[in-house]
């Protein structure tokens, strides 16, 4: 039976979905094309229908997801945005949550594709980081490397609580701290 072409762009949509997920959970190696097929409730052959390769959807997946991080800096306050980046709830979300947080390690490991995606990326993070008022940055140059120090710190903070203990004092210390440190009168 054949599917029609919404369907087809639904099932796309689905894997895309699905492997981000997937990928921000257990890293790009974590997953396979057999795990992520099945998960996203499709045959394992129907992959090659929409991708060329795992690191095609790799590429796709992680533009995506850095997609999300941008329109979550850049449509709020900074503050807002380093509540949110620092939040329990976001270093809970390995699934959901920030792709640089879960996989910037791996995308060392890839591609040079995935590694410019990522580089793309984050150039338009900083640049959303920017937007939103970097807490005291006066001109360009100083604006631009107060979001590198902002959204490296926050990136840190995540991937340190990360390593600790769901349920370890440490990994709430480590969000308490690097959010009170960037939001420090001194920064602001």
């Known amino acids: 039976m054949k599917i029609t072409k919404a369907q087809s762009q639904e099932n796309r949509a689905r894997i895309v979905q699905t492997a981000s997920a997937l990928f921000r959970e257990r890293g790009y190696d974590g997953v396979s094309v057999a795990d992520l097929m099945a998960a996203a409730g499709l045959t394992h052959g129907g992959f090659y229908k929409h991708f060329g390769s795992k690191a095609e959807l790799m590429a796709e997946t992680a533009a995506s997801s850095i997609s999300q991080i941008i329109r979550q800096a850049g449509g709020s306050d900074i503050r807002q945005f380093v509540d949110f980046y620092t939040s329990r ?100």
């Open 89 to 188: 709830e976001h270093r809970d979300g390995r699934g959901d949550g920030c792709t640089f947080a879960a996989l910037a390690g791996d995308a060392t490991r890839q591609s040079s594709d995935i590694r410019a995606t990522f580089a793309d990326g984050l150039e338009s993070i900083l640049a959303a980081v920017e937007r939103g008022g970097v807490l005291g940055a006066g001109d360009q140059q100083t604006a631009r490397a107060k979001a590198i120090d902002v959204f490296a710190h926050l990136l840190g903070a995540v991937v340190l609580s990360r390593a600790c203990p769901d349920d370890s004092p440490l990994a709430e210390e480590i969000l308490t701290v690097c959010r009170a440190q960037i939001l420090a009168p001194s920064n602001a």
